[in-house]
């Protein structure tokens, strides 16, 4: 009770202070005796948001886990985690998902990507469903308001609120998700190693706990930017939030509603940590014929840049090559002997 009673009054004051970014002041005009208020297109309150979201936002539930999902589609097509849906479905159990007005449906996987922790799921004889309307991630800017919508510890429609706290984030997830550590924050981070790696995450603030993986993290307009996946935290009970962006669930997600699988770009490189002044990735091996091999990367070049990302450890080159596309081009940065050099990588499809 104490603790849910901290919660609440926490979100009490997050939610009045991002309350006036979604929604500009009233305005005073000479002409009137009291303040009007006037609304920006596009521009909604905390609560329209929410009343928005909410119908789109599911909880799965199965034999020995939970968590939550977005709608895709009117006919039954949900986006969430795979770890959500490997979870959820172990034991051969099948999944159950929870809507928001309180009916229940059986649920089937379509297809599941642990390379980027993103699986789609299909609920059984249900039809006209409000569906998610997708945003653009690439247009995210650090301090944007956005909503974090799911089922924290059970909880079914929760919201919580916050901004965007940071851009581009790496992150390595472990099999406990209540608390998956991104490189650099601790010793917990080597426990959690296993795992994947996810390049391009959004960080933000707005309170994500067990049972919100796989949930909605939207802007002020009410549009899907991210979907929840992952909480850093040193102490049971908070931490910070991280979400896969939509332009990656997208991307995924139609591969997966039509192959059932997804293909993923392929550099040819093995990578650890610089241990020097300069920071960035140590070129250990290349494959033979690879992309890397072909542009000319050698064993011992130190990787400082991916595109427009900077590298800081070599989780950032798994993460940021898991985000790209097959046969898409990419500047790669790097220092040999001293200098640095820029050469253009032509991913393949990784076999």
Known sequence: MLALAAMAIGGGVVGAVVANTFRPEPVATASAPRPVSRSATGQLSVAEVAAKVQPTVVMIQGQSGEGSGVVLSPDGLILTNNHVVEGAGQGGGQMTVKFNDGKTAKAGVVGTDPATDLAVIRAEG???????????????????????????????GSVTAGIVSALDRTLTTGPDQRQQIPPGLGQEQQQQSAGTTIGGAIQTDAAINPGNSGGALVNAAGEL????????????????????PVNTAKQVSEQLISNGKVTH???G??????????PGALIGQITAGSPADKAGLKQGDLITKIGDTAV???????????????????TITYMRDGKLNEVTVTLQEKK
Do not use: M
């Not at 653009?136 to 919508?149: E, N, P, Y």
């Not at 930017?225 to 896969?244: K, L, M, P, Q």
């Open 126 to 156: 249900v039809s006209g469903l409000a569906e998610a309307t997708l945003g653009d991630s690439d247009a995210l800017k650090v301090g944007d308001s956005v909503l974090a919508i799911g089922s924290p510890l059970g909880l079914d």
């Open 225 to 244: 930017i991210g979907i929840n996946t992952a909480i850093a935290s040193n102490a049971a009970g908070g931490g910070v939030g991280f979400a896969i």
């Open 265 to 267: 770009a392929f550099l």
């Open 269 to 278: 490189v093995s990578v650890t940590d610089a241990t020097g002044d300069v």
């Open 312 to 330: 800081d450890a070599g989780d950032t080159v798994v993460g940021q090559v898991r985000g790209f596309k097959p046969g898409q081009q990419v």
